[in-house]
């Protein structure tokens, strides 16, 4: 059939056509993006779980979370289970805030500012168990090793520096 002897509803029925595919594909890009969202929205659901779930448990043991590192260590066996449990959950609940909350610093600050009475414990634990910190993703290892660094917290003594 010669272009000049197509009907106008052949013509436009061609562009209903393209049309209908632009909106597809519209939807299909937006359905990826509310996806991406959710997965984000959940991320941070998730990670502000883990955090309250550390604070509560911070609330329900002071002893743990403002530690007597070295009372802790001649305490009970149980104690230093305890102690070690509750320091992975708090570096579980780092690792999941900071992750998801990349662009919100407080995240970060609040971690820093509890993770520092824990760097004798986690000095002492990396020089005899190296493998500790390895089960934490590479941004925490390298979080608490450079926070460790900053206040100046060395094997073998692994004490906190005058900083």
Known sequence: MSQA????????GTLAQMAQAAVALLGFVAI?????????????ASARQAFLGYTDLAFKNPKFSAPDYDAIKIGSRDDRVQYESFVSYFLYACEEAIAAFA??????????????PHLPFLCEKNTAEPAYLATYSADTQQWVKASMKTASVTPPDCQLGKT
Not at 32 to 44: G, K, V, W, Y
């Open 103 to 116: 662009g919100r610093p407080e995240w970060q600050a609040s971690c820093n500012y509890d993770l520092r």
């Open 5 to 12: 002897s197509m009907f106008w509803w052949q013509k436009y």
């Open 32 to 44: 990826l993006f509310q996806i991406n969202e959710i997965r984000a929205n959940n991320r941070a």
